[in-house]
């Protein structure tokens, strides 16, 4: 089915999806590791990248494919490259795109092994770094050195949920002919669309949203041109860090619902973001939905709703919060995001514990933030949830 004029849900749905020849509605699980050749000649012109077809499955695999078109088309891309992990995607990109004697600038409160593995790791091999609040448009600009190759901004940032003007600084990532990546796992391709905001690259954690049931691990990265496309695809097949079939299978089965899970999770949020900034025992709540977010007309303006992620601190700070996180019921105390359920999670020592306490209160991650991942649960019963967990307070 040509979905290309057709409404996003609609490709949530059909798009990318083959024909079978048994006439299967869903795309099947080839669950194999290589496929035969009719004769030699097929198997060399395949090779040779004369004739389509597969191969083996790290290379390609008709499930993987499947999901591949179905990521490309809901964030408008030449072509989407399906990874075993979302690290996986972060490392495919950096080693796709960065070499010893390249700069990169990304925004501070970025993913926390995102920045472990460009501080602790590709700085071994000549590669330097500035992270910086990347909503300061200016401090951006004078971050940018004649060897910066790479802008990667994660917007909004995880877990400070600062929103950066993407295509301002598209525009400023291209003057210096560097390349914008984003990471924009937090807003899903329903909220965002950063390819069509002037971005090269995006990339997500299919664990998070896009997946949304909490049961696989999994990247992809989408590019804007056929040759950033080949680029990252030829880099994850040497890499060998490609999506299985299985792992693809249910990553398309979760990305059919999307809208429907992000619209009931973000209706959610915004409720629950309004009653924590009422709370009495509340001493500040960061939702970008809300007028008192500082970039929230920016977010109006970019994306089209607000999404499902909430940081907050207590009064107390720290041993508030790990109060609240020891006395919830139905938030699930765990590190990830965006599934149907609610979690709960402190990041400073969790997903954020390997930076350093300076660089944490830098990207404005205070060690008392608590972040919330709002689920699809009657609304009541999380706010009855939080409101008992608070509580516990003194």
């Not at 075993?84 to 409160?109: F, K, N, P, R, W």
């Not at 448009?137 to 877990?159: G, H, Q």
Request: proline share 4%.
């Amino acid at each position: 089915m040509d979905t290309r004029n057709s409404g996003f849900d609609t490709k949530l749905v059909h798009a990318g999806i083959p024909e079978d020849p048994y006439g299967s509605v869903v795309t099947p699980i080839y669950q194999t590791s290589t496929f035969a050749f009719k004769n030699a000649q097929e198997g060399a012109d395949r090779f040779a990248g004369r004739e389509a077809g597969y191969i083996y499955t790290r290379i390609g695999n008709p499930t993987t494919n499947a999901l591949e078109q179905n990521v490309a088309a809901l964030e408008n891309g030449f072509g989407a490259t399906a990874m075993s992990s979302g690290m996986g995607a972060v490392s495919t990109v950096y080693l796709a795109l960065l070499s010893s004697g390249d700069h990169i600038v990304s925004t501070g409160s970025v993913y926390g092994p995102s920045r472990g593995l460009m501080e602790k790791h590709l700085s071994r091999f000549g590669v330097a770094s500035s992270y910086v609040d990347t909503t300061d448009l200016d401090l951006v600009r004078r971050s940018i050195r004649p060897n910066t190759r790479l802008i990667y901004v994660e917007s909004p940032s995880n877990p400070a949920m600062h929103v950066t003007d993407l295509k301002a600084v598209a525009e400023l990532a291209h003057a210096q002919g560097a390349l914008l990546v984003v990471d924009n796992t937090f807003a899903s391709p329903y909220l965002q669309k950063p390819l069509d905001l002037g971005a090269d690259l995006v990339l997500h954690s299919v664990t998070k949203f896009i997946n949304g049931h909490a049961d696989i691990i999994g990247g992809v990265v989408i590019a804007g041109t056929a040759e950033l496309h080949a680029k990252i695809r030829n880099m994850m097949v040497n890499l060998g860090c490609n999506m299985d079939p299985h792992q693809a299978y249910l990553v398309s089965r979760g990305l059919k619902t999307l809208s429907l899970r992000v619209q009931r999770s973000q209706e959610s949020a915004q409720k629950v973001a309004e009653w924590l900034e009422a709370h009495p025992k509340v001493a500040w709540v960061r939702y970008i939905g809300l007028p008192s977010h500082p970039q929230h007309e920016l977010a109006r303006r970019q994306m089209t709703g607000f999404g499902a992620m909430i940081a907050f601190e207590l009064k107390g700070g720290l041993e508030a919060g790990r109060t609240v996180m020891d006395h919830v019921h139905l938030a699930g105390l765990a590190v990830s995001l965006g599934g149907v359920e609610t979690l709960i999670s402190h990041p400073a020592s969790m997903t954020h514990a390997g930076m350093a306490g300076e660089d944490r209160v830098a990207a404005g991650i205070s060690d008392g933030l608590v972040r919330l991942s709002i689920g699809i649960e009657t609304l009541e019963d999380i706010l009855q949830d939080l409101s008992q967990a608070i509580d516990h307070v003194a």
